[in-house]
């Protein structure tokens, strides 16, 4: 009997003795899978389930963010609720929710610099490091134009919102506030830049 138990007992910690340090090309074994391995697309993949071969599905037309769902459409769109015109100054609420108008255009001039300057460089002059690849884009306006300085608020807006011919659209990466609080800065900027030596004297 203690002969048996013996040899049992050595037999057993050979076996797990040899299963240490052993390198295998194979997959561990998992008695349960669980959800270890799964049928499913990697990002971009083809599949030829769908009609357009894209295992990448769109969001179906009319698809409300709820993240980036904003309730009042003046300041989501930039315009007047009848749709009449951009507005004219960047809605009260936005200084409100971002701790009063200080904070907003520190804010503003923080997304600036991350969002705009690759293009449009800090001062705004249209001379940002992508605009200085050869053969990039061919002509990148200052935000100190006379006309930019004279358009609405709203209008600036709506141009991060959605892009002007050449620019994407940046509402995917800045959130509606934010880009309020980059308007307010743009104009900070445009105020500083566009000062002269007459002003401020009495
Ligand atoms: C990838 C480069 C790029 C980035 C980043 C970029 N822009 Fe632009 N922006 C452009 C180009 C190019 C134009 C000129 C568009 C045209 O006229 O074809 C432009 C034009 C503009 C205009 C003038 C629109 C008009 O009415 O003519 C404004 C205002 C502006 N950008 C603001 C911004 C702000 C604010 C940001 C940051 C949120 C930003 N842009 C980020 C490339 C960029």
Redesign the pocket.
Known sequence: MNRLLLTAGLLSICGVASCRGDVSEEPPIHLQRNMFSQERYDPQAFSPFFEDNRSMRSPVEGTVSREHYEADDTIATGRFADNSGYVLTVPTAIAARLGGPDKMVQRGQE??NI??T???DKGGNGR?T??RVPNG?A???S?HDA??RE?PDG??FA??TNG?????S?AAQ?PVND?WA??AY?RALQMSQGANNDQGKK
């Open positions: 997304r600036f969002y705009c690759p293009c449009h940002g992508v605009a884009f002509k990148l306006p935000l006309r930019l358009v209008q600036l141009t991060i002007v011919r050449m620019m994407p940046y800045v880009r980059i308007v743009v």
